[in-house]
């Protein structure tokens, strides 16, 4: 069976307050639980705010580092959720549960590389 990630954005700035939030994460927990009986769920995790990050990049035989996202912008990974599907519709389908549960913002779903894809060294 694939797997797939089901990324969650959310706006920066403050979140929601709870009688907005707490309603969502209600909805959550549940999608979870039917993910998990259904055994399409593999791991799901929330994120920081996009300011905690720190992204590193290789110059020169040295690595710099900068505080801050990777990207700017309005939006960012807020979290994500690992599943297991026989094929993309039903990866959609789970994705679109996800959506509605949530309600805010958009989630992304992709496929994950295959492992043996992933080690493969490029050829050429």
């Not at 929601?16 to 039917?34: F, H, K, R, S, V």
């Not at 990050?53 to 801050?68: C, F, H, K, N």
């Amino acid at each position: 069976m694939q797997q797939y990630l089901l990324s969650i954005y959310q706006g920066d700035g403050e979140p929601p307050g709870p009688e907005i939030l707490d309603p969502i994460m209600a909805n959550l927990a549940a999608l979870n639980q039917e993910m998990k009986a259904a055994g399409a769920w593999v791991f799901s995790a929330g994120l920081h705010p996009a300011s905690t990050a720190t992204v590193l990049r290789p110059r020169d035989g040295e690595v710099l580092m900068t505080d801050g996202p990777y990207t700017e912008g309005k939006e960012h990974l807020g979290g994500f959720t690992v599943i297991r599907a026989p094929d993309l519709d039903a990866a959609l389908e789970w994705g679109g549960k996800l959506a509605r549960a949530i309600g805010l913002l958009p989630i992304e779903v992709r496929p994950l590389a295959d492992e043996a894809e992933s080690c493969d060294p490029p050829r050429g």
